[in-house]
């Protein structure tokens, strides 16, 4: 849709608003809400004028007007306002010069889309993200100087097996560890799932499925691949449909690495694959029927994984999740057959769907600079042919001591993942991708993070230490 087309689908469906979104550094969806009737090509045009001075991470206050420029590609009717609401997703751009932010994060993967293309490498990057999630029924929790604590509940979850409830207790939940495809009534979210995928179908996603996953309260949907910026678009549109079709059920969903103890983790797999000229670049005949492109590309995804991190596993929280066990990826191997490595070739017949999936993502990512990153590395390990090695066609969590020893890692902390950006950036640096100055940014951020994470007494230490 170009911008005749969207002001016709305002003018055909009785849009009363226009609701302006964009993506902060962080990944969070940030929205203005505009009357349509002020929305005509001049507007399309010029853009939306906005105090960008607000966002974190972005401009000082004495050099704070920015502009929104809006996609009409990427429009949607709104399917949870009560006024007909047309959504867009808009990229940041300087209002003097017309450039682009350099710290929009829309911006940085349309630039990474163009630096592909500029490369000669492929015309077109597709990104499959698998994102997990829980809901819960109760949720809450405080930080204050006295008082550190939260609390979780939800009617399905394997703790409440014993709870007395006023109508009884049915007693059919999945357990630890037993989330992973059973039926109802031990899969109680069907509906819900189902209406969230529905909802996707109604805003003109490509969705396939939808189950229960692993953990207690844990779940996931289904999203078709795309392009790397219309997929970030996408998940960010996931995000939403699932957050408000959860908080019309009287439920919350979160899409936080970890948020309960002893059972998985939330991940978020992402396929990758590069095309040229209508053809699949990855389909070839070396491991796993994988091209030497391939292979390269795994070779830079697992080169610079540990400052990947800082993008694919941005929160203190991520780190939870990335430890040996709990089927977390946090060996930098590769391997056609296991799940134990950051990187896994899935089996297809099909040379089209010949994709490489990286496993150490996370949802809490946000998805224009996940995405971007990460095709930044492969494109690095293509043009340098970095050799991945030997791919690692066992278990290898039961591998014995000495040799698991031998095997490099991701990050153990967001810290450690921030020291080893600040090492080994150049990569996503090349082509202006992304800044130095967008990085230094986006860091800043990341360590204030860290600091009120490692600064704040945790109810663990009273347990451990409080009698010391």
Known sequence: MDNKG???LIKDEDVEYVDVRFTDPRGKLQHVTVVADLVDEDFLEEGFMFDGSSIAGWKSIDNSDMKLMLDPASAYIDPFYAEKTLAVHCSVVEPDTGEAYSRDPRGTAQKAEAYLVASGIGDVSYFGPEAEFFLFDDVRFSVEMNKVSFEVDAGDASWNTDTSYEMGNMGHRPG??????????IDDAQDIRSEMLSTMKRLGMKVDKHHHEVASCQHELGLIFGSLTHQADELQKYKYVIHNVAHAYGKSATFMPKPIFGDNGTGMHVN????KD????????KYADLSDQALWFIGGILKHAKSLNAFTNPATNSYKRLIPG???PVLRAYSASNRSGCVRIPWTESPKAKRVEARFPDPAANPYLCFSALLMAGLDGIKNKIDPGPASDKDLYDLPPEELAGIPTVCASLREALD???ADMDYLLAGDVFTKDQIEAYMDLKWDEVY??????HPIEYKMYYSC
Do not use: Q, R
Request: hydrophobic share 40%; proline share 11%; charged share 20%.
């Open 326 to 328: 709990f089927e977390a």
């Open 278 to 285: 209508g053809k699949p670049l990855f389909a070839g005949d």
């Open 272 to 275: 990758m694959s590069i095309w």
């Open 452 to 457: 009120a994470y490692e600064h704040t007494p």
């Open 420 to 422: 080893e950006l600040e």
């Open 176 to 185: 630890i560890k037993g989330g992973y495809f059973p039926v109802n009534p």
């Open 6 to 8: 969207m002001l016709k």
